[in-house]
């Protein structure tokens, strides 16, 4: 894309508005040094800076004017009119060389910058945006840089820059509050690139916290600006009484305090320029704002300063309710917060729903403690044995009743397990198997002695 080289002594000079400003970057771009005289017309002079002709009448009347208002600085001179919008001009005095010595400096943009920026759909004037972004260039320091880490640390500079809003409206002849509408712009479209530091300075004996100045750029140079920054603060030589602190959010509050401020001075002049994201940020710091302010009131007798002070402070959000995005960010909180409420009544009720059934009645009428003093399956009694019992794997002889000086216990084998090849015999009756380790087990009751309980599997 065609560079465009502009000399910083005529784009600083607060005596030039911003649309000459502007018509001098269009005719820079018509500019021929090899040629002494040029034909130059309104169209061609608004081609160069939109890409097109889609211009309105008050504009272009803008730019015939400043056209004339150029010839009066001496810039350019015009030589002859071939009709009322065709001229032959000399515009040798558009020509300049870079001088250090002399202090003549140049600032180098592109054609297709001035198209973005010529074109953005903005209720503000995008001849004054298009100044800002050239002084906004201007201010990127050509001997700062860093190291490309991936690429044999070869340097890489004049991308970033770093002062502050101060001298960059004083450049432009305009105020804070609008270079700070004007970065908003930019940076929604993409166009330019500004990185706050999340870490201040901090005075360790007065309390004093100072901020690092921003580092911006051009969109594309974002990765190296972040590096420079980064690197910038872990390099930063701090005083002895100085330590860095994490960067409060004061500077964005301020930020969408300003936003606020801004949409109430003039709602529709000041919409456009803003993000959803930024404009719901806003609105989430002026609500949360408002609550404590509501709750602080709450504890403060009425009719006294401090509380008129306070109810000054609770901001009307009224205008929030015209801006769609805030509207739908709003319903969205509202439906998760009704949800949230729904399922935890649920869950509640859940908890609270202790109705197991219709009890069902039993056939015999037993007390609590006859119904705690019944066995459960698989469960063995501890009552003696029964007289001329059979063990198993011994003589009856061993198992007569006095014959034991610990208790003898009465195990009941319970339902007989049937083999699986058996289970799968659709010819299976259902015969017990009472095999047991090669033995056929013919008895229901065993006596086990108390020695040997352990060894029994039940």
């Given amino acids: 894309m065609k560079k465009l080289f502009l000399n910083n002594a005529v784009i ?25 005289l040029q034909y130059v017309t309104y169209n061609s002079v608004v081609f160069e800076l939109y890409g097109n002709l889609q211009i309105s009448r008050r504009y272009m009347d803008h730019i015939k004017f400043t056209l004339n208002s150029l010839v009066k600085n001496g810039l350019i001179k015009k030589i002859d009119s071939i009709s009322a919008t065709e001229f032959i001009v000399d515009m040798s005095g558009l020509h300049f060389e870079q001088n250090s ?45 860093t190291y490309d880490h991936f690429s044999c640390y070869d340097a890489h500079t004049d991308f970033v820059g770093f002062m502050t809003q101060d001298t ?13 509408e004007y970065n908003s712009i930019l940076e929604t479209e993409k166009i330019i690139y500004t990185y706050r530091h999340t870490q201040n300075k901090k005075d360790k004996e007065t309390g004093q916290i100072m901020s690092f100045s921003n580092h911006y750029g051009r969109y594309e140079d974002k990765e190296w600006i972040i590096q420079f920054a980064n690197e910038y603060v872990a390099t930063f030589n701090l005083k002895e009484t100085e330590t860095l602190v994490k960067a409060e959010k004061s500077r964005v509050n301020k930020r969408y305090a300003a936003i606020y401020n801004l949409l109430v001075k003039d709602f529709n002049r000041y919409i456009g320029n803003f993000s959803d994201m930024e404009l719901i940020e806003t609105y989430k710091y002026i609500h949360g704002k408002n609550i404590c302010n509501e709750k602080e009131l709450r504890n403060i007798e009425e009719g006294t300063a401090f509380y008129d002070n306070i109810l000054r402070k609770i901001k009307n959000e009224d205008l929030f309710d015209d801006i769609p995005c805030v509207v739908d960010y709003i319903n969205r909180k509202v439906k998760q917060k009704r949800d949230m409420e729904k399922r935890k009544n649920n869950l509640v009720n859940a908890i609270s729903d202790d109705n197991w059934g219709e009890p069902v009645p039993m056939e015999n009428d037993f007390s609590i403690e006859e119904i705690l003093d019944m066995p459960v399956m698989g469960e063995v009694s501890s009552e003696p044995t029964l007289t001329n019992t059979n063990c198993v794997g011994q003589d009856s002889k061993n198992c007569k009743t006095g014959d034991f000086k610990e208790p003898d216990y009465i195990v009941k084998i319970g339902e007989p397990k049937v083999s699986a090849d058996k289970e799968l015999d659709p010819n299976y009756l259902g015969e017990a198997d009472n095999e047991s380790h090669g033995r056929k087990i013919d008895r229901e009751l065993f006596c086990v002695t108390g020695k040997n309980i352990d060894y029994i599997d039940i």
């Avoid at 001849?127 to 260039?137: E, G, H, S, T």
């Avoid at 960059?168 to 700070?180: D, E, N, P, Q, Y």
């Fill in 168 to 180: 960059l409206s004083g450049w432009c002849g305009t105020t804070k509050a609008r270079i700070i």
């Fill in 12 to 36: 600083r000079d607060t005596n030039l508005s911003d649309y000459e400003v502007a018509v001098y970057v269009a005719l820079r771009s018509l500019y021929d040094s090899q040629k002494e």
């Fill in 101 to 145: 010595e002399k202090g003549v400096f140049y600032t180098a943009i592109t054609l297709e910058e001035v198209h973005r920026i010529m074109n953005i759909d903005t209720p503000k004037d995008n001849f004054a945006i298009l100044r800002y972004f050239i002084i906004l260039i201007s201010s990127i320091c050509h001997d700062k840089g």
